[in-house]
C-alpha cells in the first residue's frame, strides 16, 4: 500500500482539546482532524479529499502557562470590564477601538460617567446618544402599544364600524411597521458595533521539543498533491504552532505478515491506535508501559477525524465531528498476519502504521 511519510518536528505547540476553556489542555499528538487540516490547508483544497492518517511521535516535556485572555460578553453591559467599538461589528477581532474603561468590580457606569476611564470621549459621547435614543424609542413603544390595545377594543366594540377598525388597525400597522425601521437603522445597527471586553488570565498547556511521524494514504493525486505542497505547510495546533518538515515522500507499507521488535529504550515514540484495529489483533500487537514487560491499558480517547456541517437558524453553522476510539501508548511488538496494521522501515527503525 503506498503512503506519504511525514517525519516533522516542532519547537513547541498545543493541540488543543475542544472542550477545555479556561485550561486550554493539550493531546500528547495532533488529533487526526488537526493534521488533515494542515494538510488540506497546506493543498489550498477547498472541499474534503478522503484520506487516513497514522500518528506518532513524542514530545520532550508539558509545561502550563498563564496568559492574558481577551473575550467578549455575549451581551453589552454598562457597568463593567471594557467598552470597546467594533471595526466590524459582524466578526469578533482585534480590530476595534477602546471607548472607556471600568475602574472598580462594580458600581461603575458608562452612560453617566461613573469611575471610568474614558479613553476616547467621542465614541463614548455616540454611545451615550444611543442610550438616550433608545429611551425615546421604548417611550414610543408604549404608544404604539396603547393604540393596539385600543384597536382591540374597537374589535370587541359593536358600536364601532368594520370600515373604522379596518382604518385604524391598519394606521396602527404603518406607524408600528415605521418605528421598527426607524429604530433598526437609528439604534439596533450601530448600537450592535459596541461590545463589552473582558479580559483576564487562563491557562494553557506547551509541549516542547515535538517529533512526528505521519503517515497518510488517500487516492493518488492527494498524494501526489501533499508531495508538491508539502512546502505550504507552516504549522500544526496553532497558527503560532510552526513546523520544520525533515521529510515528505511517498512510501510502500508491508501488510499482512509483519514482525516489529522495538526495543524498551530504543524505541519511544507513542501511537494513536483505533480500538477497532486493537481488537482484530489483540493477539499479536501487544501494548507496553516503559517498565519493562509491564502490560499497560495505555490512555483512551475519542479523536476527532472528519466532519460534517449542519446549518442553523440565522446563518450559523455547527461542525459534527465522525470522532474514532483509540488508545495513546507505546508499541513495542508485532509478529504474525495483521488486520489494518501495516508496517514501515526508515533510519534503522521500524514503525507500525495504525491507519485511523
Known amino acids: 500500500m503506498k503512503a506519504v511519510r511525514l517525519h516533522i518536528k516542532q519547537n513547541s505547540a498545543n493541540y488543543r482539546k475542544e472542550e ?3 485550561c486550554r489542555m493539550t493531546y500528547p499528538l495532533p488529533p487526526p482532524s488537526t493534521i ?16 487516513k492518517v497514522s500518528i506518532q511521535g513524542k514530545y520532550g516535556s508539558l509545561k502550563t502557562k498563564m496568559y ?34 471600568a475602574q472598580n468590580s462594580q ?8 469611575t471610568i476611564n474614558v479613553v476616547n470621549q467621542k465614541l463614548l459621547d455616540e454611545y451615550r446618544f444611543l442610550r438616550r435614543t433608545k429611551k425615546r424609542i421604548d417611550k414610543h413603544k408604549k404608544l404604539i402599544k396603547g393604540m393596539k390595545d385600543k384597536a382591540k377594543k374597537m374589535k370587541a366594540d359593536e358600536t364601532v364600524s368594520e370600515k373604522d377598525f379596518k382604518v385604524f388597525s391598519d394606521r396602527v400597522k404603518e406607524i408600528e411597521t415605521a418605528y421598527k425601521r426607524y429604530e433598526e437603522q437609528k439604534y439596533t ?34 498524494m501526489t498533491d501533499i508531495v508538491n505542497n508539502i512546502g505550504n505547510l507552516t504549522a500544526i495546533g496553532r497558527g503560532e504552532d510552526f513546523v520544520e518538515v ?19 529504550r530504543r524505541y519511544e515514540k507513542n501511537i494513536y491506535m483505533p480500538l477497532e484495529v486493537l481488537d482484530k489483533n489483540k493477539d499479536t500487537v501487544k501494548v507496553f508501559s516503559k517498565a519493562v514487560g509491564e502490560r499497560m491499558q495505555g490512555t483512551k480517547y475519542l479523536m476527532p477525524k472528519d466532519y460534517t456541517v449542519e446549518y442553523l437558524k440565522g446563518g450559523m453553522r455547527k461542525r459534527n465531528f465522525n470522532k474514532i476510539p483509540v488508545l ?29
Open 20 to 22: 477545555t476553556v479556561n
Open 36 to 51: 488533515i487540516g494542515a494538510v488540506h490547508n497546506a493543498c489550498k483544497y477547498t472541499s474534503y479529499h478522503p484520506m
Open 68 to 101: 492574558k485572555d481577551n473575550c467578549f460578553l455575549n451581551s453589552l453591559q454598562n457597568d463593567r470590564n471594557t467598552l470597546v467599538k467594533m471595526r466590524n461589528p459582524d466578526m469578533l477581532s482585534t480590530a476595534y477601538d477602546v471607548v472607556a474603561v
Open 107 to 114: 458600581g461603575n457606569d458608562f452612560d453617566k460617567g461613573i
Open 189 to 222: 445597527v450601530p448600537y450592535s458595533k459596541f461590545r463589552t471586553l473582558a479580559t483576564g488570565p487562563k491557562y494553557i498547556e506547551m509541549l516542547y521539543d515535538i517529533e512526528l511521524v505521519i503517515h497518510i494514504v488517500s487516492d493518488e493525486q492527494t
Open 246 to 264: 525533515l521529510e515528505c515522500c511517498e512510501t510502500e507499507l508491508q501488510e499482512g505478515e509483519i514482525t516489529i521488535k522495538n526495543g524498551i
Open 328 to 356: 495513546y501508548g507505546s508499541l513495542r511488538y508485532i509478529k504474525g498476519q495483521c488486520d489494518g496494521v501495516y508496517k514501515d522501515s526508515f533510519n534503522g527503525q521500524d514503525y507500525a502504521v495504525f491507519l485511523v
